[in-house]
């Protein structure tokens, strides 16, 4: 770490190496008037990203505490053999377990199997549900970046013309452009390592979601499954 110091200190002397400090309100208005054009679809990427991880991180926790409370009661009166209450709580609910154990229950009298295609058919359209925004992440993940790799093309062939015009080779003529191409390129990773954290994280989220609407409808389908044994020993 003091070898890392002295290089630095070393390096501040150099002339045009000291910076000017700056708040970082200062510092995120002179980033984005030295990107260049390319910081309106960069920026447009960043707002819409938040957007949709703002939204989906609310919709998700919503529908997750929703659906757990919901499966809980369902197994509790299937447990007790409350079809017509636990049919009830279903069609009351909009929350995607409620959704599919509702489709499941609704058939308990045609027999297990189509129960079982039943709860399948609702678990595709759910599954589509709670995936939805997701794709937009997705695509933030690989925009971003190729956005910010079109900024740094951009910003070199700026540069190259600037020699081309003057007929020589100076640092000041070619500094913009390689800045340009240097904010862009970081501007662009900037936006899509997060879009990419948050996009597994609620890929994570729906997946272990999936897991207790599978695990709730199984229960259900044991239950439906042994009263109808119960039943048909009855009747024999």
Same mark, same amino acid.
């Given at each position: 770490?003091?070898?890392?110091?002295?290089?630095?200190?070393?390096? $501040?002397?150099?002339? *045009?190496?000291?910076?000017?400090?700056?708040?970082?309100?200062?510092?995120?208005?002179?980033?984005?008037?030295?990107? *260049?054009?390319?910081?309106?679809?960069?920026?447009?990427?960043?707002?819409?990203?938040?957007?949709?991880?703002?939204?989906?991180?609310?919709?998700?926790?919503?529908?997750?505490?929703?659906? +757990?409370?919901?499966?809980?009661?369902?197994?509790?009166?299937?447990?007790?053999?409350?079809?017509?209450?636990? /049919?009830?709580?279903?069609?009351?609910?909009?929350?995607?377990?409620?959704?599919? $154990?509702?489709?499941?229950?609704?058939?308990?009298?045609?027999?297990?199997? +189509?129960?079982?295609?039943?709860?399948?058919?609702?678990?595709?359209?759910?599954?589509?549900?709670?995936?939805?925004?997701?794709?937009?992440?997705?695509?933030?993940?690989?925009?971003?970046?190729?956005?910010?790799? /079109?900024?740094?093309?951009?910003?070199?062939?700026?540069?190259?013309?600037?020699?081309?015009?003057? *007929?020589?080779?100076?640092?000041?003529?070619?500094?913009?452009?390689?800045?340009?191409?240097?904010?862009?390129?970081?501007?662009?990773?900037?936006?899509?390592?997060?879009?990419?954290?948050?996009?597994?994280?609620?890929?994570?989220?729906?997946?272990? $979601?999936?897991?207790?609407?599978?695990?709730?409808?199984?229960?259900?389908?044991?239950?439906?499954?042994?009263?109808?044994?119960? +039943?048909?020993?009855?009747?024999?």
């Amino acid at each position: 770490m003091g070898a890392t110091s002295m290089i630095y200190g070393a390096l $501040l002397q150099i002339p *045009g190496m000291a910076q000017v400090e700056m708040t970082w309100q200062e510092q995120l208005a002179f980033v984005w008037e030295q990107t *260049g054009f390319m910081r309106w679809p960069l920026a447009l990427c960043l707002v819409t990203g938040i957007v949709v991880i703002i939204w989906k991180f609310f919709s998700l926790w919503a529908k997750s505490a929703s659906t +757990r409370k919901v499966l809980k009661q369902v197994d509790e009166l299937l447990a007790a053999q409350k079809i017509d209450e636990a /049919l009830e709580l279903t069609r009351s609910s909009n929350s995607p377990g409620a959704n599919i $154990l509702y489709a499941g229950l609704e058939r308990h009298e045609e027999g297990t199997e +189509r129960v079982m295609k039943a709860i399948e058919n609702q678990g595709l359209i759910e599954l589509s549900k709670l995936e939805r925004g997701l794709v937009v992440l997705a695509t933030l993940t690989n925009v971003g970046p190729l956005l910010g790799f /079109l900024g740094t093309v951009v910003g070199m062939i700026i540069a190259f013309q600037s020699i081309e015009a003057a *007929g020589e080779v100076e640092a000041t003529l070619v500094a913009s452009g390689i800045k340009i191409a240097l904010l862009t390129t970081a501007e662009g990773l900037v936006i899509a390592i997060p879009m990419s954290i948050f996009h597994n994280y609620f890929v994570a989220r729906i997946d272990g $979601l999936v897991v207790d609407m599978e695990e709730s409808a199984q229960k259900m389908i044991d239950a439906l499954h042994a009263m109808e044994r119960g +039943r048909q020993a009855a009747a024999s």
